[in-house]
């Protein structure tokens, strides 16, 4: 299939995220293995996922299929770690997930120490069967400030002197930052010249782009770091069809605003007889070639199938053509350096 040397399989979805019952273990491996035969070399799993649920079927799903290790991009995040419960505990985003016990009934608490970032990162390595991470990212940042205090300035001596110590032991290859939030990502930046490696960000969209391009592709271009985009739906919204618009946008209800947008996008859409605004979504990222990977979810292999078929499935120019023309409230809807599909 066209592009899908840049698709990535996000493991949120089969960590149980967004599921209206858990995954099983030959889900999880029925949709490792479909993905595998479409191309897709690269795994993007997180502690988080299911409380370590989805790590542990990445791991034995391409341990079981008997591919050699260095075919595949395998990485994961940290900042939380795994725990049990006190009485009357609840995982924090319990209604979001649906896994199995004994996953269900733990919880993740946040841990940004040295010692604790090293514990998370030789714990993920079990569950995942690997002897190396190709990459571990700071996960949710901006959150961990938020929620729990932490200090961007304790990191140096915490989480990234603990990454920095895996990368010269050989068990890391890269250091990186997972965040849906592009403010905490430019933060880090500034503070930590010449730390990461990569950064996975899901501001770059249809509805969503200007600071990426105006800040944050420069930046990454100048020091040399590779972009990663996360979720080109952005959690749902750019996922609507041409009759219902999914009102999710990064995990929260989207504003008034950027409902607005949608419905033109929509409109756009059904002008040109689309039926969803997905292949749309999917291409608009595909066309900035500073993403190297384009990270999709995914919870079966018809699902995997659609996503990648996305990257090719046929828009008409006309579409992109009065998208470049569109205006909202006077303003261009598509920021003017934003590439669009030839």
């Known amino acids: ?29 029925a949709v490792f293995d479909r993905a595998h035969q479409l191309g897709v070399r ?5 502690i988080d996922y299911g409380r370590g ?7 034995l799903a391409w341990t079981a299929a008997k591919i050699p290790r260095n075919q595949l991009r ?59 991470h190709d ?21 140096d001596s915490g989480a990234l002197a603990a990454l920095r110590d895996l990368k010269q032991q050989g068990l890391l290859g890269e250091i990186g930052v997972g965040s849906k939030e592009i403010h905490i990502v430019l933060e880090l ?4 010249p010449g730390v990461f490696d990569y950064l996975m960000i899901m501001n770059y969209n249809l509805l969503d782009h200007h600071r990426c391009i105006e800040e944050l592709i420069p930046r990454c271009q100048d020091s040399g770091i590779r972009l990663f985009l996360a979720g080109p739906y952005a959690s749902g919204i750019l996922a609507s069809s041409t009759g219902e618009i999914n009102r999710l946008l990064y995990y929260q ?21 689309m039926t969803s605004l997905r292949p749309a979504a999917v291409q608009f990222v595909a066309a900035n070639r500073a993403f190297s990977r384009i990270v999709f979810g ?43 599909p030839e």
């Open 189 to 192: 930046l500034r503070l930590y």
């Open 135 to 155: 990459g571990l990212s700071l996960h949710d940042a901006a959150e961990a400030v938020e929620q729990a205090g932490m200090r961007l300035a304790d990191l």
């Open 74 to 132: 395998i990485q994961s995040k940290v900042l939380r770690r795994i725990a049990t419960p006190a009485p009357g505990q609840r995982y924090r985003e319990a209604g979001l997930w649906s896994c199995p016990e004994p996953y269900a009934s733990r919880i993740t608490t946040w841990d940004w120490s040295y010692s604790g970032v090293m514990e998370q990162a030789e714990e993920s390595r079990e569950r995942l069967r690997i002897d190396y």
């Open 42 to 46: 690269m795994h993007d799993a997180a």
């Open 53 to 59: 649920f989805a790590e542990e079927g990445l791991g």
């Open 298 to 340: 995914g919870r079966t292999p018809g699902e995997i199938e659609e996503n990648i078929g996305n990257l090719s499935y046929p828009v008409p120019s006309q579409f992109w053509q009065r998208l470049r023309e569109a205006k909202l409230d006077g303003k261009p809807l598509i920021h003017p350096a934003a590439p669009l």
């Open 253 to 273: 209800q989207a504003s008034p605003e950027v409902l607005h947008k949608t419905e033109l996008l929509v409109q756009l859409a059904r002008e040109h007889g």
């Open 1 to 29: 299939m066209k592009g899908v040397e840049r698709a990535a399989l996000g493991w949120a979805n089969l960590g149980g995220y967004a599921c209206a019952k858990p995954p099983t273990r030959s889900d999880q491996k």
